[in-house]
């Protein structure tokens, strides 16, 4: 099954490490567009795990403690 589809009984979505081996423009870009996406058309709340100290997020979806 997949973790986006409406039968899946998760309402989250964790992405380990997704842009460890990206440099920063391609990880903003990745991060940009699928976080907002699994948000607003899936309805997943996103969890990023990743060691990169300053992962370079710029969407007003996400919020950084």
Do not use: N, W
Request: include cysteine; aromatic fraction near 6%.
């Amino acid at each position: 099954m997949q973790a986006t589809s409406s039968g899946s009984p998760f309402g989250f979505i964790r992405l380990d490490d997704p842009v460890q081996a990206m440099d920063d423009y391609h990880a903003e870009a990745f991060l940009s567009t699928m976080v907002p996406h699994l948000i607003d058309s899936c309805g997943k709340q996103v969890i990023i795990l990743s060691h990169v100290g300053a992962a370079p997020i710029s969407t007003g979806h996400m919020a950084q403690p």
